[in-house]
């Protein structure tokens, strides 16, 4: 038995703690609005490795370098006008950009999974923006939860889950957003969506003056190689679209919807929603629940990255 991590409150010394874990390549867990991350330095090959063996992550998954400021990317990996104009636009922020890899980079090459790009976001969390600048280096972090699970959007979630294999998990509350950060690649002038998230693809859409494709859902050969069928899954199997719940099935509501087990906003709000979408699906998890039926949920906004995490939650498991 490994004792429990400590739990670091998100004060100037848990901050200060956190970060000297980090910058001594160790593990972190952290809050971001999205959900909680699960940090280590990012150009430190050892740290990295730690990550993927901590998640039982497949290593041909790359991983989000997370950076205080814009400047701190604009020295890892090459910004082209659409870029600058994105990140000018919504960073801090719910955006993840895949832009190519500057030549000398210092990112280690398991967090790029050797790829020509790199992943980069800058947080708008306060707590993981002081984490980031304390620490002083670029920090990767895939959500802290066992690779194909539900996403933790609070420090208990990540205690649950992984809290026996990091050296510290600092406590923010929970995560504003609750659902991952949008994914755009800007490689070849070409934006491309590769993950519905927490900023809307409208408001993308509005800044680019163009409209994007849809993300493939399982494609055979996914342009985001973490973009796996199933993934954010609850033990439980999940139904989708469902007007009421069957007999022993319990409701994940959405709207005002008579029956539900727990629901994900009563008054139909995208932004509620997204908010308690993975507590809810670890609640169910709690409550051992063993079939979970969904209400239908509008497919725009925030909803487009709620039926994604829903859809490969309902997918067929490995
Ligand atoms: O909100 C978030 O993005 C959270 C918080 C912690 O920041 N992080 C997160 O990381 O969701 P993760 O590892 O669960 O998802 C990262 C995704 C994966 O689907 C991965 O394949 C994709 O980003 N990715 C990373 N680098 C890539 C690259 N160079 N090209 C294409 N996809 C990439
Ligand atoms: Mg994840």
Same mark, same amino acid.
């Given at each position: 038995?490994?004792?429990?991590?400590?739990?670091?409150?998100?004060?100037?010394?848990?901050? !200060?703690?956190? %970060?000297?874990?980090?910058? !001594?390549? /160790?593990?972190?867990?952290?809050?971001?609005?999205?959900?909680?991350?699960?940090?280590?330095?990012? @150009?430190?090959?050892?740290?990295?490795?730690?990550?993927?063996?901590?998640?039982?992550?497949?290593?041909?998954?790359?991983?989000?370098?997370?950076?205080? *400021?814009?400047? %701190?990317?604009?020295?890892?990996?090459?910004?082209?006008?659409?870029?600058? /104009?994105?990140?000018?636009?919504?960073?801090?922020?719910?955006?993840?950009?895949? &832009?190519?890899?500057?030549?000398?980079? +210092?990112?280690?090459?398991?967090?790029?999974?050797?790829?020509?790009?790199?992943?980069?976001?800058?947080?708008?969390?306060?707590?993981?923006?002081?984490?980031?600048?304390?620490?002083?280096?670029?920090?990767?972090? +895939?959500?802290? #939860?066992?690779?194909?699970?539900?996403?933790?959007?609070?420090?208990?979630?990540?205690?649950?889950?992984?809290?026996?294999?990091?050296?510290?998990? $600092?406590?923010?509350?929970?995560?504003?957003?609750?659902?991952?950060?949008?994914?755009?690649?800007?490689?070849?002038?070409?934006?491309?969506?590769?993950?519905?998230?927490?900023?809307?693809? *409208? !408001?993308?859409?509005?800044? &680019?003056?163009?409209? $994007?494709?849809?993300? @493939? &859902?399982?494609?055979?050969?996914?342009?985001?190689?973490?973009?796996?069928?199933?993934?954010?899954?609850?033990?439980?199997?999940?139904?989708?679209?469902? *007007?009421?719940?069957? +007999?022993?099935?319990?409701?994940?509501?959405?709207?005002?919807?008579? =029956?539900?087990?727990? #629901?994900?906003?009563?008054?139909?709000?995208?932004? *509620?929603?997204?908010? #308690?979408?993975?507590?809810? &699906?670890?609640?169910? @998890?709690?409550?051992?629940?063993? /079939?979970?039926?969904?209400?239908?949920?509008?497919?725009? =906004?925030?909803?487009?990255?709620? #039926?994604?995490? $829903?859809?490969? %939650?309902?997918?067929?498991?490995?």
């Amino acid at each position: 038995m490994t004792a429990a991590p400590p739990l670091l409150a998100a004060d100037a010394a848990g901050i !200060a703690r956190a %970060a000297a874990l980090l910058r !001594a390549g /160790r593990l972190v867990a952290f809050p971001t609005e999205t959900v909680y991350g699960l940090g280590a330095r990012a @150009d430190d090959d050892r740290a990295v490795a730690a990550i993927f063996e901590a998640k039982r992550r497949p290593a041909f998954n790359p991983l989000i370098v997370h950076l205080a *400021e814009a400047d %701190a990317a604009r020295t890892l990996c090459r910004f082209d006008a659409m870029a600058e /104009r994105l990140a000018g636009a919504f960073w801090p922020g719910p955006l993840t950009l895949v &832009l190519p890899l500057r030549t000398g980079s +210092p990112v280690s090459k398991l967090a790029t999974a050797g790829l020509a790009s790199l992943a980069v976001r800058v947080p708008a969390s306060p707590v993981a923006h002081a984490l980031i600048a304390a620490a002083g280096v670029p920090v990767a972090a +895939p959500s802290a #939860n066992p690779s194909g699970r539900v996403s933790p959007t609070t420090a208990a979630h990540v205690a649950a889950g992984l809290g026996h294999r990091v050296a510290a998990i $600092l406590d923010g509350g929970a995560c504003d957003v609750g659902v991952e950060s949008t994914i755009l690649a800007c490689l070849d002038g070409q934006p491309r969506l590769l993950r519905a998230g927490g900023l809307p693809a *409208e !408001a993308l859409e509005a800044a &680019l003056g163009r409209p $994007l494709d849809a993300p @493939d &859902l399982g494609q055979a050969q996914p342009v985001a190689p973490g973009q796996l069928v199933s993934h954010y899954a609850p033990r439980g199997a999940v139904r989708l679209d469902a *007007e009421s719940a069957r +007999p022993g099935e319990m409701l994940l509501g959405f709207g005002p919807v008579a =029956g539900a087990a727990l #629901n994900l906003s009563p008054v139909g709000d995208l932004r *509620e929603a997204a908010a #308690n979408l993975f507590a809810h &699906l670890h609640a169910l @998890d709690a409550m051992g629940a063993e /079939r979970i039926a969904v209400s239908p949920i509008p497919r725009t =906004g925030l909803g487009r990255a709620i #039926n994604d995490r $829903l859809q490969r %939650a309902a997918a067929p498991r490995p």
